[in-house]
């Protein structure tokens, strides 16, 4: 990513400083950048330093690395961050520009031929692929072939001559023109499409950590919580702290203050995601005595300056990295509406003038500050939910429903889940229940781990009426205050609904539950109707 800016408030903030011969990072492929990061530690009341575990490394993949590992052993701890530096140095062998031997490397050292299939690795293929994967959604914003541009820019800021206006036309069309990759039973490829070369500093570090994390948590399942911060890329897994089931608590810097001990202008709560910032306020390229944007848009090979900050919280690190990198270079209200397509993903955009663009489901992992103490949830008082599935068109066979239903609080956080009807056996077709996907799973802070869902999934209803009923508690069985709550629900199946699979229904219903009944109802749908929910005395009756 071009620049990844994560500051987060805390007692303590840590310096994370690249290689100072490195230059500043390009939003195509992003150089090492400074970076400020930790999480917070718990209330002082709360602290237990004894399953804290904290280690510090210089000159990993350029940059600095901080690991926070949770658990009641040092040993495993010490286990955790050597498992990491191997994964690292496992994977920096695949994709590091700046290690001639590396794979990526000596492809970029072969002399170009039109019609060359260079095999690769499957471990390369797959990063392809993402790469392939965001150019595509941004519209060319984020581009791993991008590495003669890079190339150019670097120069000028060598030389302090800008580069000249041809060899910015060349290298625009060569990251335009990209690549292509294709797979055989017998393996697979990488084909040119015009001379150019790759540069994965836009998505390498977060590439990188996910792959150790991923090592790291499996090889020592018994440690509670971690966060691995590698150059500002952040991503946690587990809980904050060894006593509680916290989240992990994470400060985005305010572009227009960033300075170490400022206020961040955001704060979220994650657990088990990814969070990357990409900017245009931490450094920059001095050519010629003027100070020009390090951030380039591939598309044109020439420095951007828009966008201030771009913030992702994503389900990987290196999604995390690529979104944030190619928010900074698309028009603000373009790249907000590209991420609230997705259900994986989350973004806080900050424009030149310093307005600032959410997504709905960023707002949902603002910390906020305690509510004030509401009544508790009336005794004998439900909601009661009921709906009709609809078969909308005389096919066979026709694929029944995969429903998500839950609650939400006044803040957009997920208190219960009230029905998941899916298949055992391809759950992992969940994520098309994208609203489900997004705020009830991944931003609720289960992951990406669709095994999980075995405890919750029932399986599919054929179209009819169907009623749930929630009684007030949480996911924990603990009540809830009386307040303002969100009935959603997230309707899809396959090869439908009659237009497109992925146009699938989602509903939502607000009420208030508190002395008095209250009811919503929601539009009918083509594949959803007579919905509606009713807070008032139960009267029995689950699904």
Request: proline share 6%; glycine share 8%; hydrophobic share 40%.
């Amino acid at each position: 990513m071009a620049v990844v800016l994560v500051s987060v408030l805390t007692l303590l903030f840590l310096f994370l400083v690249g290689e100072q011969d490195r230059l500043p990072a390009l939003a195509s492929s992003a150089p090492e950048t400074e970076t400020m990061v930790s999480s917070p530690p718990p209330p002082p009341d709360v602290v237990d330093e004894a399953h804290r575990f904290e280690f510090a490394r210089e000159n990993i993949l350029g940059t600095s690395l901080d690991l926070l590992v949770i658990g009641d052993d040092p040993e495993q701890a010490k286990g955790v961050e050597a498992r990491i530096l191997e994964e690292i140095e496992k994977r920096e062998i695949l994709i590091s520009t700046y290690r001639t031997d590396s794979e990526i490397s000596l492809i970029n050292a072969r002399p170009f031929a039109a019609s060359e299939q260079i095999e690769v690795s499957y471990s390369l293929w797959l990063l392809l692929e993402e790469c392939r994967h965001v150019g595509r959604q941004s519209g060319g914003a984020f581009n791993a072939f991008a590495g003669n541009a890079v190339k150019l820019w670097r120069q000028a800021a060598k030389t302090g001559v800008q580069p000249a206006k041809p060899d910015l036309a060349a290298a625009a069309a060569s990251s335009r023109a990209g690549f292509e990759i294709s797979s055989r039973r017998n393996g697979r490829w990488v084909r040119r499409l015009a001379p150019g070369s790759f540069d994965f500093d836009g998505i390498g570090k977060g590439y990188v950590i996910d792959k150790a994390v991923r090592e790291a948590v499996e090889a020592f399942p018994k440690i509670r919580g971690l966060r691995l911060n590698i150059g500002g890329e952040i991503k946690v897994w587990g809980q904050a702290d060894y006593a509680e089931n916290r989240p992990w608590r994470i400060g985005i810097a305010n572009p227009e203050r960033p300075a170490d001990n400022a206020a961040p202008i955001a704060e979220i709560e994650v657990r088990n995601l990814a969070v990357a910032t990409s900017g245009d306020y931490a450094r920059s390229l001095r050519i010629a005595g003027a100070s020009v944007n390090h951030i380039l848009d591939p598309r044109t090979a020439r420095p951007v300056d828009h966008v201030r900050s771009a913030t992702v919280v994503a389900s990987t690190a290196q999604r995390a990295d690529a979104l944030a990198t190619a928010l900074c270079v698309m028009a603000p209200e373009d790249g907000l509406t590209m991420i609230e397509a997705m259900s994986d993903a989350a973004c806080l955009i900050i424009d030149a003038s310093g307005r600032q663009y959410r997504s709905a489901a960023f707002a949902t992992l603002e910390a906020s500050p305690k509510p004030a103490t509401k009544g508790a949830w009336p005794v004998g008082r439900s909601v009661s939910i009921q709906f009709e599935l609809v078969r909308s068109e005389n096919v066979a066979p026709f694929h029944r429903h995969y429903v998500g239903a839950w609650v939400e609080n006044e803040s957009g956080r997920r208190v219960r889940i009230l029905a998941l009807w899916a298949k055992p056996a391809d759950l992992r077709y969940v994520q098309d229940l994208d609203e489900f996907w997004r705020d009830a799973w991944l931003f609720a802070g289960e992951g990406t781990d669709t095994g999980k869902m075995l405890g919750v999934s029932r399986a599919t209803r054929p179209p009819g009426e169907y009623k749930l009923l929630w009684d007030g508690l949480d996911d924990s069985g603990q009540a809830v205050p009386q307040g303002g709550y969100t009935i959603h629900l997230d309707v899809n199946r396959e090869k439908g609904p009659p237009d497109r699979r992925e146009r699938h229904t989602h509903v939502m219903m607000k009420l208030n539950c508190g002395a008095e009944p209250d009811t919503a109802r929601a539009e009918d749908r083509p594949e959803l109707r007579n919905v509606q929910a009713v807070y008032t005395s139960t009267r029995g009756g689950d699904e």
